[in-house]
């Protein structure tokens, strides 16, 4: 099928090369000259790993190509709508700016029959607004979010382990332009379709909330173990042991029940923020009213991190050499918004530390954003003459590759906080480290 992509960040990006590697012809546009010329050499202006590869060959196929004329998207059956939805620089509600702008940038080049397919985070109700504006050309709008995990946006796209759609719904049931946009979706999606993945045909509200419910869902779990850990710093539980028990329970399951600072990243913590505004919009502010203090838990740990190192120095750090291994706000990613890891480095700053930052990906991005920080490369340069090291993002350079023997032969001090929880405790100890996790005796 002929499909074009309005908004090549890193949704828009690996959705477009996706597309191509599964069969599809795409355009992807974009107002940023800059990236368009970068994607257009086939190289892409963030890290995410398997991307490079298929943009390179989705390129060399002839069948993608980006362009920032919108205009060159008019041939295309199906628009993807992948622009981003940040929050309110005054407020916690989702900035629809680009998502509006988008869509009247469109409108004048859609052909009668054509779906205009919405995959950026919006607030519910949005597409019902759009999806008039829509009509009016003919078009019909349909819903389709991504539930993309940053270090396996690829996978996720081209093997989904769900396909949502909301389309157009009369009295319980899909409209006949809602049935005939779902009918091009599975045409868009065929591999997965054939293979069995569910497909979830929906109207516009529910397939809105899917994603922010999702989102929300991800993260009252993480935030529920970091409020055990609260408890566990003050009884001398351990909540690594505590996650692992309750993770048994095929209820509840281990994953996103593991401590440590937190989440980050340009989705969770501004998709809670703005579910909560429309929330209030919508008159039903408390039944969400949990996501403030999931938020207020998620916030708290990055300070809990910060104290840790301070009581590790003796209760100061003014003038001691900190390593920060890591500035991602996960691995295998170098996206640094909203990054945990970064947002302690920065703390630790404020108190007067000699701090020195290290990660395999996200060190151009965070020197753009606090440039007042000291950033290397090499993380055992990182570690050289180090008084104490935190490990904020969990690269397996840091967790797996990183022995406390040769660590301790670089450090000035042998002080360690595990803001992931992702070392060997007793390997540290044993090797004789001051060794402080979180939520950990």
Not at 35 to 58: D, H, Q, V, Y
Not at 212 to 219: G, H, M, P, Q
Not at 299 to 305: F, K, N, S, T
Not at 404 to 424: F, K, M, Q, Y
Request: with cysteine; proline share 4%.
């Amino acid at each position: 099928m002929r499909l074009s992509v309005i908004g090549c960040g890193y949704l828009g990006a690996v959705h477009a090369a996706a597309m191509v590697s599964i069969g599809h012809e795409v355009v992807g546009v974009d107002v940023d000259e800059g990236k368009i010329e970068s994607l257009s050499r086939g190289e892409a202006p963030f890290f995410e790993p398997g991307l490079p590869e298929i943009l390179t060959e989705a390129i060399a196929t002839g069948r993608l190509r980006f362009t920032t004329d919108i205009a060159e998207a008019a041939h295309a059956e199906v628009h993807f709508v992948a622009v981003g939805t940040p929050q309110q620089k005054d407020g916690s509600a989702a900035d629809l700016t680009y998502v509006d702008a988008a869509v009247d940038a469109l409108l004048p080049h859609l052909t009668a029959g054509a779906v205009v397919a919405g995959k950026s985070t919006v607030p519910v109700g949005t597409a019902a607004t759009l999806a008039e504006r829509v009509a009016t050309a003919g078009a019909t709008l349909v819903w389709n979010p991504e539930f993309l995990r940053e270090g396996f946006a690829v996978k996720d796209t081209i093997d989904p382990d769900r396909l949502v759609v909301g389309v157009p719904f009369h009295d319980g049931s899909a409209t006949a332009e809602g049935e005939r946009a779902a009918d091009m979706l599975r045409e868009v999606y065929h591999p997965s379709v054939a293979q069995g993945t569910p497909f979830i045909v929906t109207d516009h509200a529910t397939a809105e909330l899917v994603k922010v419910a999702a989102n929300a869902f991800l993260a009252t779990k993480i935030s529920f173990i970091n409020a055990m850990a609260e408890i566990a710093e003050v009884t001398g539980a351990d909540v690594t042991t505590l996650a692992d028990a309750i993770g048994h329970d095929v209820r509840i399951g281990r994953r996103f029940l593991g401590a440590g600072i937190g989440f980050g990243g340009g989705c969770l913590p501004k998709d809670i923020r703005a579910f909560s505004a429309r929330a209030e919009e919508l008159g039903r502010g408390e039944s969400v009213a949990f996501l403030r203090e999931v938020d207020a838990i998620n916030m708290r740990r990055r300070d809990r991190a910060v104290d840790l190192v301070v009581a590790a120095l003796g209760g100061s750090v003014f003038k001691k050499n900190v390593t920060v291994l890591g500035a991602a706000f996960k691995p295998f990613s170098d996206d640094t918004r909203d990054s945990p890891a970064l947002d302690v480095a920065v703390r630790l700053f404020g108190l007067g530390a000699w701090v020195t930052i290290t990660d395999p990906e996200a060190i151009p991005n965070a020197r753009a954003l606090h440039p007042q920080l000291n950033y290397v490369d090499d993380r055992d340069e990182a570690l050289r003459s180090a008084d104490a090291v935190i490990v904020v993002t969990e690269w397996d350079q840091y967790r797996r590759e990183l022995s406390p023997e040769h660590a301790g032969s670089l450090v000035n001090r042998r002080v360690i906080i595990d803001g992931r929880n992702c070392l060997d405790a007793a390997a540290w100890r044993a090797d004789g480290w001051a060794y402080y996790g979180m939520g950990r005796p």
